[in-house]
């Protein structure tokens, strides 16, 4: 029933020949070895991702992928369902939090509406890959079709080949959508697995009766659903297209062989599906930075990872991970340009 796409079939390890040779030119920086921390982990992952001992980072590319949730209008959020159309006009206006980091930060933004609720037309930034009009409620039955979640991973993943191609080596994903903390949560609950309320949080801002109706929804949720623990089940019966198309997105990169900057809960809930399907994915990956979210430190344990930064943030788009793309960058950097002890004609050390 679930057979979909090979998308990320021919997903491979890292190769660890330059290991060796990375890790010498890391140690003998002019620095104390280890000096840098996690910098220098980043630098390791970066040239074995890049297959060489002086890595670069070329036209980072954030997408950000908005879909509307059918669960949304039973009173899962805080907000109501027009404010994920109202949030991309304000993407494609420059006004969101994701537009101020892109442009201080040197990422290329564009915007994809994968299954919003509303009619924008033709728009500069904007691709308009809309599967439906939103999903179906998961509360009465699927949320999308095969067909319908299969067309979303397919054209996730014809999205990033296209970056690919004109250059891009550095992705990430960002997500809109009023619902989708709670999607996320269901595919988490499934996919860590963990127990539902745990990986349930407030979203958008719910208070404590929200919050508790939320979590009474999706029990009822999660006790209608008769399917099994496949991922693509999971994804086609709770996921939005949004989730969907980000599937297909990391599953290309990973492909291409790209490094993919993960942001939180959603998109990490995408990670969780796509990394069911092809574990070397994970080797692509730097976590950007640890959501508020209660689920998704409940993924980062799912999966053995810990992310860069720790800032308090909750808010998608993928703003964390525009964030980190400095620190990023800095690794590259120190590996490439910083000099040796030989170089510098600094003493090593003795012991």
Request: glycine share 12%; aromatic share 6%; proline share 4%.
């Amino acid at each position: 029933m679930h057979s979909f796409s090979k998308i990320g079939a021919d997903l491979r390890p890292l190769q660890t020949t330059f290991d060796e040779a990375l890790q010498r030119k890391i140690d003998l920086k002019t620095k104390p070895k280890g000096a840098l921390g996690r910098l220098e982990e980043l630098a390791l992952q970066l040239g074995r991702i890049q297959n060489t001992l002086s890595p670069e980072i070329v036209a980072p590319h954030l997408l950000v992928f908005a879909g509307d949730h059918g669960a949304a209008q039973e009173g899962i959020s805080a907000y109501p369902q027009e404010v994920t159309w109202q949030m991309v006009e304000n993407f494609l206006a420059g006004g969101a939090a994701i537009n101020v980091f892109a442009r201080q930060l040197g990422w290329s933004l564009q915007v994809v509406d994968a299954g919003v609720a509303h009619v924008f037309g033709k728009r500069t930034g904007l691709i308009d890959a809309k599967i439906a009009p939103g999903t179906a409620s998961y509360l009465e039955g699927p949320a999308m079709t095969d067909a319908q979640c299969h067309a979303a991973i397919e054209i996730g993943s014809e999205l990033v080949r296209q970056l690919i191609q004109n250059g891009c080596n550095v992705l990430a994903c960002g997500e809109m959508g009023i619902g989708n903390t709670a999607s996320a949560s269901l595919i988490t609950h499934y996919l860590a697995p963990a127990p539902l309320n745990s990986c349930i949080g407030p979203g958008t801002g719910l208070d404590d009766v929200g919050l508790i109706r939320k979590q009474e929804l999706l029990s009822v949720a999660a006790s209608r659903y008769r399917g099994n623990s496949d991922p693509l089940a999971i994804l086609t019966h709770f996921g939005g297209f949004e989730i969907a198309m980000m599937t297909g997105a990391l599953l290309a990169a990973g492909e291409a062989g790209v490094l993919i900057i993960v942001d939180g809960f959603i998109v990490t809930a995408s990670l969780l599906i796509a990394a069911r399907l092809q574990p070397h994915l994970l080797d692509y990956c730097v976590f950007a930075h640890g959501s508020e979210e209660p689920g998704h430190k409940i993924q980062m344990g799912a999966l053995g990872k810990r992310p860069l930064l720790n800032l308090g943030m909750r808010l998608g788009e993928g703003t964390g991970a525009a964030l980190a793309l400095p620190l990023i960058q800095a690794a590259a950097n120190f590996l490439v340009q910083m000099a040796s002890f030989e170089s510098a004609g600094v003493s090593e050390t003795t012991i």
